[in-house]
């Protein structure tokens, strides 16, 4: 088996080698450590591998919590000393940086982290019946493969939802439609836990009735989705507490439906929304836009602050839940909530929406490179962008500098997902001729 010292780690969690000018990309080894491996893909440029043994051990490897790391593809960064996990998510969200956009910030901020486990109050759980015998799967995917991993538990899930993945099991097998049943989505609020069961079949009578037991035991409201999210509808209890998540330092309580997109990590995320309010420094008199603004996560802290804020979103449900959070709270006469596709964002379509002193950007994985491009010479003087993807960032964060005459005045990495590769940042650019002293 080939040796190899590992350099560094790329935005996968992957430890990367270099054995004669080709990369070597071994998965679970850790920066200077000397480790055997065995590649499974061969590329003239690079290799995939496996790591089979560490022969010299990274002072910041630790032993994985989970009894099915490895197999499992939840999470990839189990064997990593969580402050290290951070630091690594802030080296590369520098690197992504600077290879791709060639820009660098004057300030690097303090990383965002939370709690290592019992975070995630969003997920997507894969269901497969495997045998009579053997009964079903309910759990994420193994690592690169589309087949469900056999898990009893996982710890990056609230306690109290890990202890139902067992239950699960026994309770979709028992279904007459187990194998027209593919996901189950999981969504813990203040008050409930909500679990969408995706049908392809309607139940039968006997399987309502098995439902609404497991709900009435488990103290937990199904939703039934039998086509697309639209679709989704509260099946048992039809009444009760409903699904919301709060922010206590603004006073708000924002409800949501199980398809609705939320931070799956609330303490980190109530950290986001205060740094965000710092950094962007609403004031009473500014008018400020909040785009790819969902439920109004921004949105409504900004407007709590006495600004004016008009929050853009492409879904009409998130739209309409927006303007009824805005309402709930107290907050319709300071905030506008619209629709609008921001993927097809024109320099027209920006400009209609009016002047404004500043913006906040929360886009998904792809970015937003078409507002970027959009922003003339009326363009806010400060943006406050939140990113999910360090490459995307860096293609935005160029055209800021380069093309619209920003400065690059500060960044940093915010752990939402411990335990797994995925990096998110926030970051502010200011125009060069309008900063504050």
């Known amino acids: 088996m080939p040796i190899g010292i590992i350099q560094s780690l790329d935005h996968e969690a992957r430890g990367i080698a270099r054995q004669d000018g080709k990369a070597i990309f071994v998965e679970g080894a850790l920066p200077g450590e000397r480790v055997e491996y065995a590649s499974f893909r061969k590329k003239a ?6 790591l089979v043994e560490v022969l010299a051990p990274s002072t910041n490897r630790i032993e994985p919590r989970c009894p099915h790391y490895g197999v499992c ?5 189990q064997h990593l000393d969580l402050l290290a996990q951070v630091a690594v998510k802030q080296r590369v969200l520098e690197d992504s940086l600077w290879h791709i956009g060639r820009v660098r910030a004057e300030e690097i901020l303090s990383p965002i982290q939370g709690a290592s486990w019992g975070y995630r109050h969003r997920a997507r759980l894969g269901v497969r019946k495997i045998s009579k015998k053997a009964g079903m799967l309910v759990g994420f995917h193994e690592r690169r ?3 469900i991993a056999d898990i009893q538990q996982c710890d990056v899930l609230p306690p109290h939802v890990s202890e139902l993945l067992m239950p699960l099991r026994e309770l979709i097998g028992a279904l007459s439609i187990a194998e027209r049943l593919p996901q189950i989505d999981v969504a813990v609020g ?3 836990t909500a679990l969408l069961l995706r049908v392809l079949a309607p139940l039968t009578a006997v399987d309502e009735k098995l439902v609404r037991n497991f709900a009435d035991q488990h103290q937990v409201i199904f939703y039934l989705q039998p ?5 989704a509808y509260r099946f048992y209890p039809e009444s009760g507490p409903q699904l919301s998540y709060t922010l ?5 309580e924002l409800e949501f439906r199980p398809t609705d997109f939320t931070q799956v990590n609330h303490a980190v995320n109530r950290v986001l929304v205060r740094r965000a309010l710092r950094l962007l420094d609403p004031q009473p008199k500014e008018r400020i836009a909040d785009l790819f603004c969902g439920l109004g996560n921004f949105t409504l802290p ?13 879904s009409a449900g998130l739209v309409q839940r927006g303007r009824e959070s805005a309402q709930a709270n107290g907050l319709s006469g300071q905030v506008e909530f619209g629709g609008a596709n921001l993927f097809q964002c024109t320099s027209a379509s920006l400009g209609a929406l009016g002047h404004f002193d500043k913006m906040l950007i929360d886009p998904p994985r792809e970015g937003a490179i078409e507002v970027v491009s959009a922003l003339g010479e009326n363009a806010p003087w400060r943006i406050v962008y939140v990113s999910c993807n360090p490459a995307t960032l860096a293609r935005d964060a160029a055209m800021l500098v380069r093309e619209k005459g920003y400065c690059f005045v500060s ?3 915010v752990n939402m997902f411990p335990n797994t590769a995925h990096v998110e940042s926030i970051a502010v650019f200011e125009k060069k001729l309008k900063r504050r002293p």
């Open 45 to 50: 440029s690079y290799e995939m591998a496996h």
């Open 73 to 77: 593809g939840g999470c990839a960064m």
């Open 145 to 147: 493969s589309s087949f």
């Open 190 to 192: 203040e008050r409930c």
């Open 227 to 231: 086509k697309g999210a639209d679709s």
């Open 248 to 252: 206590p330092e603004f006073g708000l």
């Open 302 to 314: 900004i407007a709590r602050s006495g600004a004016q804020v008009v929050g853009i979103e492409g």
């Open 411 to 413: 960044v940093g990495a």
